[in-house]
């Protein structure tokens, strides 16, 4: 996803001083993008594959989020998962 946006329901590094917000990606600048590696877990289903795994998993954990410049095509930054998670303890909706 774009680098400049922050979206409180997908657990990423927010800078200090931003707002999540929940805007369309394709208003930010396209150029800075944002990786953010998950561990999915699943539900007594199991596993699942490829798109799959986005519909299935109940829960993820932050492992891993790296900036990349898309036209120099380096890396930025990298983040640790944030120690904090937005919405800790407050049941949220998954649809």
Do not use: C
């Not at 986005?54 to 898309?70: C, D, Y």
């Amino acid at each position: 996803m774009p680098a400049s946006l922050f979206v409180s329901e997908v657990p990423m590094f927010i800078l200090e001083g931003k707002v999540p917000t929940h805007e369309w990606p394709s208003s930010k600048d396209q150029s800075r993008y944002k990786i953010i590696f998950s561990l999915a877990h699943f539900g007594p289903d199991g596993k699942a594959n490829g798109q799959e795994i986005l519909l299935q998993a109940v829960n993820k954990t932050p492992v891993l989020e790296v900036w990349i410049n898309r036209k120099s095509q380096r890396i930025e930054k990298i983040f640790n998962p944030p120690a904090d998670k937005y919405y800790e303890g407050m049941p949220v909706p998954v649809f």
